[in-house]
Every structure is written in C-alpha cells, then in structure tokens.
C-alpha cells in the first residue's frame, strides 16, 4: 500500500505557491519538470530527457529551463553534436557523436568563467532498491585504488558525508556514486528538479541563488503539515517505498541464451570488461521470510573509475574527479535499447550520446580502454556475438 501511494506521489504534477490544495504546491519557482515522471517515465510533451548540470555562481547546480509564472527560466538547453569517424580493426568504420551543450536565451548573461557543466540524462529506476540491499563492504572489497594486481583497472568507492551524522560513508547512487541512500536520492532530486524542499534540504526556493534574488523572495509551498517544508519526510519514505518496490530487469541472456550469446558472453569475461562491469552481488542479510539471498545481476561493481579524457566532463562531484564515472549498471539494456529505438531516450552514457551499445563501448576509455581496443580489433562476428549478449541483458 505505501508503494502503490508512493507511485501516486511520483506521478503527481505539482503546481506553484500558493495554491487551493494544500500539499501539492511548491513547484519551483525554477524547475526543470513538474513531476518526477516527466524525467522517469513517458510523459509526452513534458518529458525530459536531458538536463545540464552545473557549478557556476549565478546559475547554480543546473539550468532550470521552466519558472513559474512572474519568474524567468534561466535559459534554454540546446545541444549540437560533432561527429567522428572510428576505424575498426577488420576496416569497418563507426560514426561517433560527440555533445556540446549550450544555454540559449541565458536570462543572466553568460557562465562564468570558471563554471563547469555536464550533460545527464535521467538514470534508469529499475531494481534500485535491490543496490540498495548490498552490503558496503562487498562494494568497497572490490575496490583497488591503487592496482595492487596490475590489470589496470583501479576502481575507488565513491563516498559522501552522511547528512544526519556528517559522518563520511559509502555512496552508491548516482553517475558519479556521490549519493549513498535513495532518500537522499530522492531529496536532492526534488530540489533541483523541481525545486521542491524537504527535511534534508530545506530550500523552498530550491537551485536559486544569491544572484536570483526575485525568485528567491517567490512564494513557496513550505507548511506545517509538512515539517516545515515542501515534501514531508513521510512523503519522501514514500517515494522510497515505491522506487524499492520496482522489479529489477529481466535478463534474456543469462536464461536459455543461444550459442551466439553464450559466445558473447565469454567474450565479454575475455576482454576484462566484468573487471568493472561485475556480473552481481547478493543481496543484503536474508530473514524468516527470505531465507535465501537473491542475486543483484546488475553487471556493475557499483565504484569509481577514470573513463579517459572523452568522457570528462571535468566537473568533481562528491569524491569523483571530472574523469570519474560510476560503472554503469548494465541489466535493463535490452530495454533501453527498444526506448532509444522508440524516442523514450535520448542515448546511452550518461548524456545521451551512444545511440547504440557499439557506440558506447568506443567511446570508453582511461581505465576501459584496453577492453574498448580489443573489441574494435574483434573480427565481424565476434562483435556481433557480443553484441547479442549484451543486448540480451
């Protein structure tokens, strides 16, 4: 019942201060969607598929292209892309995209000069409150910060100081493992998204800053019934509730695969890449009701890795460089691939760009780029094999 009421909350269009129904207003005053299904779900014309996040004075963590009436929207998201051309090792070329995002219209002049932006798109939900379960020190043994067993993979844990104890712990959520609990997830989203406040971040007028000063003097939604804030802490173990209730993907490669695949999938092992894309870990303690641990199959050791200069985006985050990523779960592929193929998303990685499985293992690099070469020298119909094993996950 809490799932199915922490849906209703996740697909609920908010509206701005002040408005007749308590409870539902706060939205903004600058945002980027109304409700969290704009970003995470197929909501027509609302939906959202990129944003830009930033670090900049007067703009704040993210251009916020919508404002409620009487305030002005930051700017408007544009993105150009640059094509290159990658040469395979049989002689086969791959065009490869490249995004230069830009903010049209900026409504208060340009970055500055030290800003730093990056381009996201909303992460799958799928099987999050199963990561959830998995243990810390599973996560951080997998770690090799220093590549004690030189195979050049030197993964870090991602970590963040704890919010309630300021004590520093694991982070596992987020591109760049910089959030450790779906909570937090949670509440930051609502803040910067949609400019929502809540009991962890309690900023009525959300990503505004000092330089904003009409849209931090907007009326807000903050009440009583709400601790004081936008979004109860109720609502947010709600939210909660319902991102933990959503099943994991299903695999289609590990269960009755075709030779193709199975071939595919020992090409996989063969090239490193389970160095970081780990096939699973268990999931957390087993209880009376659960006596067995089920496995988490997200083919992702959950750490921080370089991905070479491609992929910076030079902007840290939490403990991650401007050169780091969280390994990317690779279970729901099959999926995602179908909503790239449909218009749902935009691309692969995190901004979108791969608009294809081939095009994101090329542009993996830093501490992937032997698993990346070995792929572009495979023959045809190796590639095609591993191809349908990951488009099988």
């Not at 963590?61 to 009487?70: K, N």
């Not at 040469?87 to 030290?114: C, F, M, N, W």
């Not at 004690?148 to 991602?158: K, N, P, T």
Request: charged letters at 25%; hydrophobic letters at 35%; glycine letters at 12%.
């Amino acid at each position: 019942m809490r799932a199915h009421v922490g849906e209703a909350i996740f697909k609920a269009r908010w509206k701005p201060a002040p408005n007749v129904s308590e409870g539902i207003d706060g939205l903004g005053p600058l945002y980027n969607a109304a409700s969290c299904f704009a970003c995470h779900g197929d909501s027509g014309g609302d939906r959202v598929a990129l944003v830009l996040r930033l670090s900049d004075s007067v703009y704040g963590r993210q251009l916020q292209d919508r404002a409620v009436p009487g305030i002005e929207a930051e700017g408007r998201l544009e993105v150009a892309y640059v094509t290159e051309t990658r040469v395979l090792g049989d002689g086969q070329t791959v065009e490869l995209r490249k995004p230069h995002p830009a903010i049209a219209e900026p409504a208060y002049g340009p970055l500055s000069a030290d800003a730093r932006v990056s381009l996201r798109r909303p992460p799958p939900l799928a099987g999050v409150g199963l990561i959830a379960t998995i243990a810390d020190s599973d996560i951080r043994a997998g770690a090799d910060p220093d590549d004690r067993d030189g195979d050049g993979i030197s993964g870090r844990a991602g970590e963040v100081a704890d919010p309630a104890t300021g004590q520093t712990v694991l982070a596992r959520f987020g591109w760049k493992a910089s959030v450790a609990t779906l909570a937090q997830q949670t509440s930051e989203a609502l803040s910067v998204d949609m400019g929502l406040s809540s009991a962890a971040l309690p900023r009525p007028a959300g990503d505004c800053t000092a330089a904003q000063s009409k849209c931090l003097s907007a009326p807000h939604g903050d009440t009583p019934g709400s601790g004081g804030a936008e979004v109860s802490e109720e609502e947010i173990a709600l939210l909660v509730a319902y991102l933990v209730s959503l099943p994991p993907p299903v695999s289609l490669a590990d269960a009755g695969a075709d030779e193709e695949r199975q071939r595919g999938r020992a090409l996989f092992g063969g090239l490193g890449c389970t160095a970081c894309h780990r096939p699973g870990f268990q999931a957390g303690a087993s209880s009376d009701h659960e006596p067995v641990r089920p496995e988490v199959r997200l083919h992702s050791d959950l750490l921080l890795h370089d991905m070479g200069e491609e992929l910076a985006d030079d902007r840290p985050e939490g403990s991650a460089s401007g050169r780091e990523w969280r390994t990317q779960p690779l279970w729901g592929l099959s999926e995602r691939i179908k909503e790239i193929d449909g218009g749902a998303i935009t691309g692969l990685l995190h901004d979108g760009r791969a608009r294809t499985i081939e095009e994101a293992i090329l542009w993996h690099g830093g501490e992937a780029e032997r698993a990346s070469g070995g792929y572009a020298r495979l023959a045809s119909g190796d590639r095609a094999a591993l191809l349908a094993y990951l488009s099988g996950l």
